[in-house]
């Protein structure tokens, strides 16, 4: 067990003996996310002072309107991930196509991609509400030396390395699994170093937190909104409370620590859900259940589903093992 002080690049050099023959080349790229991770941040957190709020000028290619900071996070990430060239490829929700890393010094023989949702949240920005960063790092399949492919980026949630979020909240977080558990780590700003305060993550079996978006109510599955009428009921042990941020980062991160359930689901508005399968809901599926939750499309396992497409959408049931299993039963009234 890690003593509390311990820091997370500490930790990191300790944690390369869980890969067998590493060439150190993963623990450099979960450094360089940490670093640009306190870059976003000084910028977060001055964003009320400085001319960084609000909208930019595009749609990016999930038909939103980018925020600025969802372009500067963006930037910021692809840069440092680029100019360090310790990955041969990264995906991002802001960008149209994959970006294939390559250069004279030999960004094509390394060996992971990155998936990245840069700044989640990004409706929160204006109003001084956390927001995050997340991301999801699988080794490629096609071989090394050769540039990345589309099917280097649409491997299955299992085949996930790593993967973890940032959130920029009261206190700056950094949470993120390698298949061995997941620790946090909180940064302190005025060291500028994230410490070890989170060990050993899990979610509480049950809770009594629901989060969804309860204005789409009349266009959900009917599974669901029975699912709402249970959540809501008054018994012993209930109604539970709704708390819903809006950033899936917080939302998620609230609700491993207290216990409760998140639902993103299909609607007649939204008919594939909202979220993104490759850079939210796999790697939120990963840390869930590396931290003994359940996340699922409302039917089945979220890191089993074959990706087909990028910018692919699924809809995100996702916490307490016994609260998504209890909507499960509900879901299957209606295959
Ligand atoms: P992003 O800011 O990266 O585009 O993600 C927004 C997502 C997610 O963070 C959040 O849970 C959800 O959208 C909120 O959607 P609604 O406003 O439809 O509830
Ligand atoms: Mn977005
Ligand atoms: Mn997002
Ligand atoms: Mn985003």
Redesign the pocket.
């Known amino acids: 067990m890690f003593q509390k002080n311990t820091t997370l690049g500490e930790f990191i050099i300790d944690k390369q003996k869980h890969f067998k023959y590493t060439t150190g080349e993963l623990s450099r790229l979960i450094n360089s996310i940490r670093l640009a991770a306190k870059v976003v941040n000084h910028e977060v957190n001055k964003a009320g002072l400085v001319d960084i709020l609000g909208n930019a000028s595009d749609i990016n290619i999930?038909g939103?309107r980018q925020q600025k900071l969802?372009v500067y996070a963006n930037n910021i990430f692809m840069q440092t991930m680029t100019n360090r060239q310790i990955v041969c490829g990264v995906a991002s929700?802001e960008e149209d196509d994959f970006v294939s890393i390559h250069s004279k010094n030999g960004g094509d023989n390394n060996k992971y991609v990155v998936l990245i949702?840069p700044?989640?949240?990004?409706?929160n920005i204006d109003v001084n509400v956390s927001v995050g960063t997340i991301f999801s790092i699988y080794h490629r399949v096609t071989p090394v030396g050769t540039p990345v492919q589309l099917e280097d980026f649409l491997q299955k949630g299992t085949k996930q390395v790593a993967a973890g979020y940032i959130i920029y909240g009261t206190s700056t977080m950094l949470v993120y699994t390698t298949g061995h558990g997941v620790n946090g780590f909180t940064l302190s700003p005025a060291i500028g170093t994230f410490y070890l305060s989170h060990p050993d993550m899990k979610f509480p079996e049950t809770g009594s937190i629901y989060s969804i978006?309860e204005g789409?109510y009349s266009h959900f599955p009917q599974g669901v909104k029975d699912y709402l009428k249970y959540c809501q009921e008054d018994t012993e042990d209930r109604p539970y409370s709704a708390r819903?941020i809006?950033?899936?980062?917080s939302?998620f991160h609230r609700n491993m620590i207290k216990g409760g359930i998140y639902i993103?689901p299909t609607s007649s508005k939204a008919p594939k859900g909202?979220?993104r399968l490759l850079y939210?809901c796999n790697p939120i599926a990963f840390l869930t259940e590396q931290a003994n939750g359940l996340a699922t499309d409302g039917y089945k396992r979220i890191l089993e589903i074959e990706p087909t497409e990028l910018h692919q959408r699924v809809p995100f049931f996702c916490g307490s093992k016994s609260m998504v299993d209890k909507v499960h039963s509900y879901m299957n009234q209606y295959p």
Do not use: F, M, W
């Not at 700044?119 to 409706?123: C, K, P, V």
């Not at 809006?246 to 980062?249: E, M, Q, R």
């Open positions: 999930q939103e969802d929700e949702d700044l989640d949240g990004s409706s978006n789409y819903y809006g950033s899936l980062v939302d993103y909202k979220l939210e």
